[in-house]
C-alpha cells in the first residue's frame, strides 16, 4: 500500500466483506465458546456496571472494570491493576452481587482520596492510618471494627436506601449501630 487512501479503500473493503450478526446470533456463539454459565454471569455483570456507573457519579470517580471469577471472598478490589472481582459464588444473587460491588467502589474511593491527598475528605487522615495498620492481624481477629470497614459498609447501606430503595441490616448489630 503506498498511501493513506491505499489503506483507507483496502480497510472498507475488509469492512464491507464482514458478515454482520445481531444480538441473538451473538448470544448463540458466545454460549457455544463459552457456556450457559459464562453468558448468564455477563448479564449480571452488565446490570452491576450500571450501578457502578451511578457509584462512580456519586463519588466521583473514573469507573474502573468490574469481572466475575472464581474467588474464596465475596468480592475483592485488585489495587494493582485497578479492578473488581464479584465471586462466582454471589454473582446470581443480586443483593450479596450489588452490595459487594458498593462496598469495594467505596474502599476504591478511599484509596483515591488518600492517594491523591484530598484533605477535602474528613475521613482520609484516619482512613491513611488504618490502612497502615491492615497487616496487623489481630487488628481485625480482636474484632476491631476499624474505619475504613465501617465507612465502607455505611457508605454502601446509604446507597441502597437512597439510590436503591433497599433498607439493609447487617447480622452483627454493631455495624449499624
Known sequence: MNNKLDEIMYGKERA???????????????????????WDQ????????KIG???CEDLYLDPIP????????????DIEDMYIIISSKIIH????AVKSLIYQLRIYYQLVC???????????????????????????????YISIYIDAYAYMKHFLKTILGINYMHMDVIYDE
Not at 455477563?42 to 456496571?49: D, F, I, P, S
Not at 482520609?124 to 474484632?143: A, F, M, N, P
Open 16 to 38: 464491507d466483506n464482514l458478515e454482520e450478526i445481531n444480538n441473538k446470533e451473538l448470544k448463540e456463539k458466545f454460549i457455544e465458546y463459552f457456556g450457559q454459565e459464562k
Open 42 to 49: 455477563e448479564e449480571e455483570l452488565a446490570m452491576l456496571m
Open 53 to 55: 456507573l451511578k457509584i
Open 66 to 77: 468490574i469481572v466475575c471469577d472464581d474467588i474464596e471472598e465475596e468480592s475483592r478490589l
Open 93 to 96: 444473587n443480586k443483593l450479596e
Open 114 to 144: 488518600i492517594s491523591i491527598d484530598d484533605e477535602t475528605e474528613p475521613k482520609r487522615s484516619e482512613w491513611v492510618q488504618d490502612y497502615k495498620s491492615l497487616h496487623l492481624e489481630e487488628t481485625i481477629l480482636k474484632g476491631n
